[in-house]
T-cell receptor
């Protein structure tokens, strides 16, 4: 079974600085998808970024980018120019292909605090 | 406005009662999902449905039931058989990709269920 591990339960960053959140996963599949979701205090899950495993290029969405290392099974999220609104719980998630492609497997999350 | 709505936002239940959580989407998505979130945990899949009148159990289906009579609606019933129902419940939906499974899942705002 696939597992997703977020080793940092909490992180903090100064406003305007850069922070990197870590995620590792375990899978025997070669084709899959990885996601970062943000859950602010409102508790709505918001998609931040998505990465297809077959793509070598790292995904980027404005201030958010990933470092996808397929061989190492690592998928870290970098937030540049951090803003107060970035404060939230961040979840890394995995979705397989083929028969397991319906299900998202989540890590336990990293709580990000942004200090003014 | 396209999106996923969940109601109610807060729900209180007495022990031994069944309660139904509503999830509606107007995104024309084929697939819908129910997840449960407990403190300090990621999300765990309860049930999912890829087409009307069909649904499958997820990882923690015991004590829950669902129906999918309309494409737009996927209500979740928490039965008295669910031993520890107090949690935050999130509904999600996604499109089905021809020959490639399901696409990115988007989430509703959630329902907080408390058993008194």
């Amino acid at each position: 079974a696939q597992t997703v591990t977020q080793s940092q339960p909490e992180m903090s960053v100064q406003e305007a600085e850069t922070v990197t959140l870590s995620c590792t996963y375990d899978t025997s599949e070669s084709d899959y998808y990885l996601f970062w979701y943000k859950q602010p205090p409102s508790r709505q899950m918001i998609l931040v970024i998505r990465q297809e495993a077959y793509k070598q290029q790292n995904a980027t969405e404005n201030r958010f980018s990933v470092n996808f290392q397929k061989a190492a099974k690592s998928f870290s999220l970098k937030i540049s120019d951090s803003q107060l609104g970035d404060a939230a719980m961040y979840f890394c998630a995995y979705r397989g292909s083929g028969g397991s492609n319906y299900k998202l497997t989540f890590g336990k999350g990293t709580l990000l605090t942004v200090n003014p | 406005d396209g999106g996923i709505t969940q109601s109610p936002k807060y729900l209180f239940r007495k022990e031994g009662q069944n309660v139904t959580l509503s999830c509606e989407q107007n995104l024309n998505h084929d697939a819908m999902y129910w997840y449960r979130q407990d403190p300090g945990q990621g999300l765990r899949l309860i049930y999912y449905s890829q087409i009307v009148n069909d649904f499958q159990k997820g990882d923690i289906a015991e004590g829950y039931s669902v129906s999918r009579e309309k494409k737009e609606s996927f209500p979740l019933t928490v039965t008295s058989a669910q031993k520890n129902p107090t949690a935050f419940y999130l509904c999600a939906s996604s499109i089905l990709l021809a020959g490639a499974g399901t696409d990115t899942q988007y989430f509703g705002p959630g329902t907080r269920l408390t058993v008194l």
